[in-house]
Every structure is written in structure tokens, then in C-alpha cells.
């Protein structure tokens, strides 16, 4: 039995990686996959990948295209969903903020820099106009993190995905007040480049394995009562997210790893632009 270490977020997105390892699909393969869930999301990920506290994350494709082109000693196996992610902009209930362009000048909660929540919020700004040098960040690592400083006004506003944070809009806690679509496939598979030196055909066979989940996940009987049980949604919220969600079984494409690094370098989140062949890793 080989270990292999993978994390990701403790988000709806993964569920099949669950179904398989409940159902015993990796250990029938010879496959110990110990899962790890990690709130903070992709900048705590980039980090666990550099220090080998995990051999696979499944991770968010600007964050780990950003983290490659610093040195992160992973490669892209494949994308995991194909379908963006729909970052909701929140701001505390309570707060005056009405509208987008009233966030302007004001801060931004993030789980920590290099994350997701990060890199979008500096997205949104330049699709605002905004000038994105003047940006302010709070860290705040989680969810838990953002209501707090929301609430005690340490920040402004949070982007989030925004079925995830649904559930805070409907008990009062947050308000949406816009969504921002990623402009490219939204969660990838990293492997560090150590494991696909030493066990690809590993690396492979669990590929094979969840993306025969993925491909009929939709098709799986009263699937979204599981989801909307597991993850504490309504069953018309799932239903909706569900419509939108396409997961993927092929690797990224040369022209949106482009897309990706040449925007990034144009906000000056990264200072150079990776090869294909050093940041991608194909079968």
C-alpha cells in the first residue's frame, strides 16, 4: 500500500475526492490517500506543497500558476473543474456599502496573500478600474477570520466562493453585493515534482480513478441532497450550482496557462512567466 498525501478545500468541489476514498477505490488500487482539508485555501496549500506536507493539492489555478512561476517545486497534472469560480463580494450585513463601487478605497479581508482571495480581489479591482497598487489587506486565514473582522470592521469586504458563503447571506451575517466570475478554469491538480519523478504511474492511477467519479458525479442518484446535507446548503442552492459546475479529465491547455500568466504579470503579481514544460506535467 503506497501513502500519498493530498490536500484541498473543505468545499463542495470535493466530494468525489471523498466518495472514492469512502468507498474504497484508492486502497483497491493499492493507494493509502490521506486526505487533508485545509480552510485557509490555495496560499496555505502553495505552502504545504514547498515543504512536502503534501504530495497533491487540488488548488486554485492562479494561485498555484503564481506559486510555480516563485519556485514551487510542483507541476500541474490536470484541471479538476473546467467551470470558473463564482467569487461572491461580501460585506457585513450591517454595514453602509450598497453597491461595488462604494468598496473602492476600502480593505479587503483575505486568508493570506499569494491565496485566492488575494489574487481576485486584485482581478476585481482592475475590472473595476481601480487602482490595484492601492489595495489594503487584512489576513484573516478562514471564513471564521473574515465574519470577525467584517463585523468589527478591521475590513471592508471578503470575496469568497459564493455558494460557500450562502449560507452566511441567509442568516444575516454577510451581504452580497456582487459576484466576480474567474476569467479561467477555476481549480487544478498539483503534484509536487518529486512524486511525479518517483511514482507517476501513482499519480496517474489516482487521476484514472476520480476522473471516472467526476465524469458521472452528476448522474449519481439524490446527489444533491448529499452535497446539500454534507455542506450545510439549501438543496435549490445545489441545484444551481450544480448547473454551472463542470468538472474536467484533461490536463491545461498551453493558451490559458498563458492567459493566465500574461494577466497576472500585467498586474505585477508576478514578475516573470513560466514554460509550459516547467510548470505542466503531462501523461
Known sequence: MKTIKIAGVPEHFNLPWHLCIENGEFEEAGIDLQWTDVPEGTGK??????????????????GIVKDITAGNPSKIVQVYVESPLIWGIHVDAKSNYTSLSDLENTKVAISRMGSGSHLMAIVNAQNQGWKTTD????IVNTIDGAVEALSNGTADYFMWEKFMTKPLVDNGTFR???????????????????????HPQTIA????????????????????????????????????????TRWSQKNITSETLNKIQNQLFELSLIDKKSTFADSVHAF
Open 45 to 62: 496549500m502553495c505552502q504545504m506543497l514547498r515543504d512536502g506536507e503534501t504530495d497533491i493539492a487540488v488548488i486554485l489555478t492562479e
Open 176 to 198: 452580497r453585493i456582487a459576484d466576480c466570475p474567474t476569467p479561467w478554469p477555476c481549480f487544478v491538480i498539483a503534484v509536487r515534482n518529486e512524486m511525479l519523478e518517483k
Open 135 to 138: 489595495l489594503q489587506f487584512e
Open 205 to 244: 492511477l489516482i487521476l484514472e480513478i476520480i476522473n471516472t467519479t467526476t465524469d458521472e458525479f452528476k448522474d449519481i442518484p439524490s446527489i444533491n441532497r448529499t452535497l446539500a446535507s454534507r455542506f450545510n446548503q439549501k438543496t435549490e442552492d445545489i441545484d444551481s450550482w450544480l448547473l454551472q
